[in-house]
């Protein structure tokens, strides 16, 4: 698949089927991952990867208890521009309380993890502020998300399990305070379309040369 196509179709996919995804395939969506930019090469990335009925349910239970309490905190908009704005805010709040429902029946699951290292470098004159480290975990989670559409799997980057991120990563068997979660991918074959989402057009959001510079 071309790349750029690639790019602009891999959009969150919440509903999949039950057709099982091969681990090599899922591999090969790791090595892309592995390929990713990394600060000073530090690569703080690790993955667990999910696909045994046992583990997943508990991930599963902890994701639904996460997303259950997000939820419960937001506002729901009382107005919105159009119908069209408006029918694609419920699609995308059904879709994301379908995931919580049903993520234990998506084929894989992988959590990607960050290392917790010292990352902040100091001098005589302070700290230096060079980025954070997750600027080198999510490029990785990208890259896995685009290889994953190239093979016709869908994926969602989600992150709502950090609210019970110390519950998951015990029952993971992750060492206790060496990780933590960047994201929660599920991985499947999508039960829908894939697709162009809806964004911003890019010449709305660019300045060039100077804020406020923009080309329409």
């Known amino acids: 698949m071309d790349a750029i ?6 959009r ?4 999949f089927t039950d057709r099982p995804v091969a681990d090599a395939d899922i591999e090969t969506c790791l ?9 000073g090469n530090v690569q703080p990335q690790q993955y667990v990867v999910v696909t045994e009925p046992e583990p997943k349910a508990v991930v599963a239970q902890w994701y639904k208890a996460a997303f259950d309490r997000y939820e419960s905190s937001l506002d729901v908009p009382r107005e919105f521009r159009d119908d069209a704005a408006r029918r694609s805010w419920e699609r995308t709040r059904d879709a994301s309380r379908h995931l919580a429902d049903t993520i234990q029946d998506a084929p894989a699951i ?6 917790n290292i010292p990352w902040e470098p100091r001098d005589e004159q302070g700290s230096m502020d060079i980025g954070r480290l997750d600027a080198s975990v999510y ?6 998300c685009v290889a994953a559409r190239s093979m016709g799997l869908g994926t969602a980057l989600t992150t709502v399990i950090r609210i019970h991120a110390d ?9 206790e305070g060496a990780f933590e979660i960047a994201a929660l991918v599920p991985v499947g074959y999508p039960s ?3 697709g162009v989402a809806p964004r911003k057009p890019a010449a ?5 040369n100077r804020w406020g510079d923009k080309r329409r």
């Not at 196509?5 to 891999?10: H, K, L, P, R, V």
């Not at 992988?110 to 290392?115: G, H, K, R, S, T």
């Not at 519950?167 to 060492?175: D, H, K, Q, S, T």
């Open 31 to 39: 090595r892309a991952a592995q390929q990713a930019p990394s600060g």
């Open 167 to 175: 519950e998951v990563l015990a029952a993971l068997g992750v060492p």
């Open 192 to 194: 829908g379309n894939f």
């Open 139 to 144: 490029p990785a989670v990208q890259n896995f």
């Open 204 to 208: 709305a959001v660019t300045h060039w």
């Open 5 to 10: 196509e690639a790019i602009m179709t891999t």
């Open 110 to 115: 992988v959590v990607f993890l960050q290392a």
């Open 12 to 15: 969150a996919i919440r509903r």
